[in-house]
């Protein structure tokens, strides 16, 4: 039952959680770590491990989806970042790593300016075909109308649009908005979608024939949204809702499952898995895998609402070098910050509650902290 609290007379709002307000319990049953699969598949696309690589220039270039692939995972290019809209992005790659605070927002919009030029999207996505890795790339609600014949053109095998808050009831008065239903209908290839934060929304975008939702917002370590619009949700609570919303719409259309992705605030190993543990299927990660030695930040993070022309809603931030991309996913870890080694932890606390796959997994108990801690 949902609780609902006070704030005043005239305004009531439901109790909402973190992920940091929640944690795991230990089962009757372990299992030793390496008897777990940590397999996931979506649509006709199979992976090691439930893990995607943010669309975000800091995160992602041709070179590191490639690398994410080749380690098992799947690597998504922003196909509006810099990789699309400059020949030779990394002087600007390592200038934007370098600017002090202050003027790094304003620079950054001036960098970003420049027009995508939709050969540079064919270029990017065949660099990373002829890698041999499943090809992923991103575009908002806003550009997928003018691009996506461009993307599809260039053999993409994922597509994915990815905004702060994507509806399937999007209502403008000065242009045609994007019919999801009918897009993804016409559409050869599958298609992941989101940010979604609730029941309602979610169960809408599934209604799209959708293969996979987002849940959240993105962008957790460098998102600005709360301070400048009052938008926030809690991930915990979002991807329970949502994943009630998927059991609904399995019921609803004879068995149809839809892929839950976790997207935004999974910085350490801890609140990766408790997003498996609460029904995500995958993890979409951004400032963990930022930290990268091959990260193209270079330390630095900062997603597309950093670069908005009118309204920047985040901003770059310093996440510093940790790890080689393998030792991130795979270990060694070094230190106990929960940085290094998400599916060594992964597998671990699978095993710590005795389930052998991810799908299982989310069966398991959760209690919430009084601390957050």
Not at 10 to 27: N, Q, T
Not at 296 to 323: D, S, Y
Request: with cysteine; glycine share 10%.
């Amino acid at each position: 039952m949902s609780q609902e609290i006070e704030i005043g007379l005239g305004k009531k709002a439901r109790l909402a959680y973190s992920l940091d307000d929640v944690a795991i319990v230990p089962s009757r049953r372990t299992r030793d770590p390496q008897d777990v699969s940590t397999a996931w598949q979506i649509d006709a696309y199979e992976f090691d491990i439930p893990v995607i690589a943010a669309p975000m220039d800091s995160v992602t270039s041709p070179e590191t989806a490639i690398e994410m692939g080749r380690l098992g995972g799947l690597g998504v290019l922003d196909l509006e970042g810099l990789w699309t809209r400059y020949d030779d992005p990394q002087p600007l790659l390592d200038e934007i790593a370098t600017l002090p605070e202050e003027q790094a927002t304003r620079r950054m919009q001036e960098i970003y300016a420049e027009p995508i030029k939709p050969e540079l999207i064919t270029q990017r996505l065949h660099e990373i075909r002829e890698a041999g890795v499943t090809v992923a790339g991103a575009l908002s609600p806003q550009r997928t109308q003018e691009l996506y014949s461009t993307v599809i053109d260039a053999g993409v095998d994922l597509f994915v649009i990815r905004g702060t808050a994507v509806s399937a009831e999007h209502v403008s008065t000065d242009h045609e908005p994007l019919n999801l239903k009918k897009f993804i209908y016409d559409l050869d290839v599958p298609v992941i979608v989101g940010g979604a934060t609730n029941y309602t929304a979610a169960l809408h975008l599934m209604r799209t024939g959708a293969a996979g939702v987002l849940v959240g917002f993105g962008g957790g370590a460098v998102s600005g949204t709360l301070n400048t619009i009052g938008l926030q949700a809690p991930m915990a609570t979002a991807i329970a809702d949502i994943a009630e919303a998927r059991r609904d719409y399995m019921d609803e259309s004879g068995g149809r499952y839809v892929q839950l992705i976790a997207d935004g605030g999974m910085g350490s190993s801890g609140n990766f898995i408790k997003a498996f543990a609460l029904g995500a299927d995958a993890v979409m990660l951004g400032s963990p895998l930022a930290r990268a030695t091959q990260a193209p930040g270079h330390g630095m993070h900062w997603g597309a609402e950093a670069r908005h022309q009118t309204l920047p809603r985040g901003k770059r931030t310093n996440v510093g070098t940790v790890a080689p991309l393998k030792e991130i996913l795979y270990g060694p870890s070094h230190q106990a910050d929960g940085t290094t080694n998400f599916i060594g932890a992964l597998r671990r606390a699978m095993a710590s509650t005795g389930y052998v796959d991810v799908k299982n997994f989310q069966r398991c108990s959760v209690v919430v902290t009084s601390s957050g801690r």
